[in-house]
Structure formats: C-alpha cells, structure tokens
T-cell receptor
C-alpha cells in the first residue's frame, strides 16, 4: 500500500517570495508521483508528474519538483509566487505497474499575500 | 473539447434517502474514479472502474455503490444517505497505459445530508 504525507497543512507567503511545499511518500513498490492544484470551487488540475528519467520535473505556471528516491520525497517549488497561485496543492502517488489509482496527501493550502 | 462533467453541482438531501450523483466523460477513457474530499483528509477513493462492467471498492466504499454500463458514465449511488456522507465528491477519468498517467477531474458535487 502507499501513503502520502504533506508536511504543512497551510503555507502563507508574500508575493514574489519563493515557496516550497513538502511531500513525502511511503510505498513498498516503485511509484509515479504527481502534484495537483485545486483553485477555489474547482476540480483538480495536474501541475506536473514524475514517471521516470530526470529527477527534476518542470510543470505549468512555473512550478517544479524534485524526486528524491533515498528520502522518498517529491517537494514542489516555485522561485517567485503570484497572488494567483493561492490554491490548495495535493501530492499524489500511483504504483507503477498499471493500477492507476491515485493516493493523495491531505493537501497544503498556499496563501499568497500582497 | 473532451471533458468530464458532474451533476448536480449542489445537492441537499435527507437522511435515509437514496441519492445518485452523475459523472459523464467524453475522453473515451477506460478508467473512472470517485473520490470524496473532506477537510483534513484530502481526497479518498470510494470506487473505481477499469472498463464496462468492471467495478472495484476503494478505501471508503461502505454505503456507496457504482455501476458501469458504458464507457462514458459512472454514477455513484448512496443507498441510504447519512450525515457522515456530507462531503464534496469528485469524479475523475484516465486512459490506460504508462504514458497516459494523468487523471482529469470534474468540477465536483457538494452533497449535504440533513
């Protein structure tokens, strides 16, 4: 079975500051890793994903994440945030081998203040 | 454009009533999923389907059922609604295969059981 821990439930930052949202996972098998974003009153949208290859993954809206297998982490970063990045962010894993079910963390609410 | 739609967007029902939430996708995806989102829990998997006539239980399936009679639809039924089932429900779909590991989400249905 897989589990995902998002270490911060809320992260407040000022506009143009850098941000890191932390995600650790546990799994007995190899996994694919994802970050999804949820804007208020909307569904989830894929930000980026790691399937294989380079451990640094770039996504939409200037976000990137780095897969660290030894630390079982997949932290999300952005060098300079905007007010419009205010949203909830979810880290998720899916076991390799095709079950394609996503296991989500509890989410991190990012609030960008002017 | 292909899309995934949920209806209704909002529903209030009474304890003990049967309720069905609709999910329709035009992506022609084989995989469909139902999640519920609750504060402090993130998204938890209720039921999922890998194709027509296939249904499987997820992490929190008690009190819910699904059926898959065609590729496009996966309705979620609450057999006898309980207050504990007050939540926001999300439907998602994805294609089969390693390179198609992205789930597309509907806008959600907010269900209140009174």
């Amino acid at each position: 079975a897989q589990s995902v821990t998002q270490l911060d439930s809320q992260v407040p930052v000022f506009e143009e500051a850098p941000v890191e949202l932390r995600c650790n996972y546990s799994s007995s098998v190899s996994v694919y890793l994802f970050w999804y974003v949820q804007y208020p009153n909307q569904g989830l949208q894929l930000l980026l994903k790691y399937l294989s290859g380079s451990t640094l993954v770039k996504g939409i809206n200037g976000f990137e994440a780095e897969f660290n297998k030894s630390q079982t982490s997949f932290h999300l970063r952005k060098p300079s945030v905007h007010i419009s990045d205010t949203a909830e962010y979810f880290c998720a894993v899916s076991p390799q081998g095709g079950s394609e079910k996503l296991v989500f963390g509890k989410g991190t609410k990012l609030t960008v203040n002017p | 454009d292909a899309e995934i739609t949920q209806s209704p967007r909002h529903k209030i029902t009474e304890t003990g009533r049967q309720v069905t939430l609709a999910c329709h996708q035009t992506w022609n995806h084989n995989n469909m999923f139902w999640y519920r989102q609750d504060l402090g829990h993130g998204l938890r998997l209720i039921h999922y389907s890998y194709g027509v006539q296939d249904t499987n239980k997820g992490e929190v399936s008690d009190g819910y059922s699904v059926s898959r009679s065609n590729t496009e639809d996966l309705p979620l039924t609450l057999e006898s609604a309980a207050s504990s089932q007050t939540s926001v429900y999300f439907c998602a779909s994805s294609a089969t295969g390693i390179m198609n590991t992205e789930a597309f989400f509907g806008q959600g249905t907010r269900l209140t059981v009174v």
